[in-house]
């Protein structure tokens, strides 16, 4: 991978494990397979499939069951002068049900990130819903273009997800201080108080003061102990930033 293809990638990431709302274009069933695009909310796994908890009537639902064909593209609006300027990531693949006996684990972490979401779960009619990525488009800005190497957004859910909850807690519990340090690195926050939230294979999230914060690391980890040594890793790097 290129310089900048590699930095495509990092950017990409950042933006995907960083938003929860997204355009979701899907081929309309009732309009002669024209696109029709929704605007939804989402939750990454801990791999990067992207979670959908969809309504049976929504528009959009009907689509997908009828044609798994799907695109989602998620948007930066920070550049508010030039909205031409801001980044988007478009994921182009197949959306499908979760299956039953995977359901609980999924909506788990669905719920985790859109704990709103959860008024849903008492309707009927609403089920979850993940994209198996097969293509992955950045555009970071202007000359910033290209397709991303779709290794790591096609990858399975990593082994070690079923031991994320004694994870985040050792590290919460043993080395609170990792976690401090990285936000102030990373956001120029310090909060004693801060903890990791979550985990995924491109990096964990800190929640401070009722806020969420993405902290990536050098590359994807598939295993404990490569996220271990990511962490001894990111230790080391922001030793100076201890609180």
Known sequence: ??????????????????????????????????????????????????????????????????????????????????????????????????????????????????????????????????????????IGGFGQIGWLDTIHWTATVPSWQKHESPMIEHMNDDHRNVVCSALKAKFNIADPKAEMFALCTDGYYIMSAGNRYFIAFNQPCYSESAIRAALVQQANAYRSFEL
């Not at 293809?5 to 009732?30: I, P």
């Not at 959908?52 to 064909?69: C, G, P, Q």
């Not at 031409?84 to 972490?109: C, F, K, M, P």
Request: hydrophobic content about 40%; glycine content about 4%; aromatic content about 12%.
């Open 1 to 138: 991978m290129t310089n900048s293809k590699a930095q495509y990638e990092l950017d990409a990431v950042a933006l995907f494990r960083s938003s929860d709302t997204a355009v979701l274009s899907t081929l309309s069933k009732s309009s002669d397979n024209y696109p029709f695009g929704s605007f939804v909310t989402f939750a990454s796994n801990g791999n990067r499939e992207l979670l959908v908890y969809a309504s049976d009537i929504a528009e959009h639902t009907k689509n997908i069951l009828n044609d798994s064909r799907a695109c989602a593209t998620i948007f930066s609006v920070a550049n508010q002068s030039d909205k031409q300027a801001g980044a988007r990531l478009s994921l182009i693949g197949d959306l499908t049900r979760v299956d039953d006996n995977q359901a609980d684990s999924y909506q788990a972490r669905f719920l985790k990130f859109l704990p709103a979401s959860e008024t849903y779960s008492r309707i009927h009619g609403f089920n979850f819903y993940k994209l198996g990525v097969i293509k992955a488009r950045w």
